[in-house]
């Protein structure tokens, strides 16, 4: 049931992160505190075409993460645009542990044997207290006061709102999220996603 009457957002729109330094070598990044890993020549040219295609939103606030990835690609895809930005550490890609910086498909073989609230050996995050963690920063967007919010994040919580938002829990695989691609929630359908992801984390199971 939403929790939302009326809320001040009336809608978001969703993007994971262009082609990143990290992205293109398919290594995995879930620690800002690490250098580098801002966007290739292709991603900045994907953050330009997703400014185009957003250039007659009326976007009011734009979301990010704390990574650089997600920080340039907001930049890029609003040039010229005076949008106040707001950082939410709690849209932060998942933490890899001891994956960190390492390849994509290790973490994935992993993952694909993990159950849901297994932690990520070396001190990484369960992807279940992720998916908390997403809620978390979805309810702050929906607290927020201005209209409409462009939120450039990273694949997982983009997919993991999306699949929520039409009634489907998160999964031990997930379907890609393209870079840049915009995705449209209203604010009705990211409450009820938030919804759905917090009850799924109190007691995840994969299907």
């Known amino acids: 049931m939403s929790r939302v009457a009326s809320p001040p957002v009336e809608a978001v729109i969703l993007a994971r992160h262009a082609e990143s330094e990290f992205s293109v070598l398919g290594l995995v990044s879930g620690d800002p505190a690490v250098a580098g890993g801002g966007l290739t020549p292709a991603g900045r040219e994907q953050a330009r075409e997703l400014g185009r295609a957003l250039a007659a939103e009326p976007i009011d606030l734009a ?11 907001a930049s890029i895809a609003l040039e010229g645009r005076d949008v106040p930005r707001l950082v939410l550490p709690e849209l932060n890609d998942i933490r890899f542990g001891r994956y960190e910086g390492g390849l994509l498909t290790d973490y994935r073989e992993w993952a694909r044997r993990a159950g849901p609230s297994d932690d990520c050996p070396g001190g990484g995050e369960s992807r279940a207290d992720a998916a908390s963690r997403f809620a978390l920063g979805f309810r702050a967007i929906l607290a927020r006061p201005e209209r409409l919010a462009l939120v450039v994040c990273h694949g997982l919580p983009v997919r993991y709102a999306a699949n929520a938002a039409v009634g489907r829990d998160p999964s031990s695989t997930i379907d890609p999220v393209e870079y840049a691609e915009a995705y449209r929630l209203s604010a ?4 009820e996603a938030a919804d759905r992801l917090e009850h799924w984390a109190a007691a995840p199971f994969f299907v």
Request: glycine content about 0%.
């Open 63 to 73: 979301v990010t993460s704390e990574f650089l990835r997600a920080r340039e690609t």
């Open 188 to 191: 009705e359908e990211l409450d």
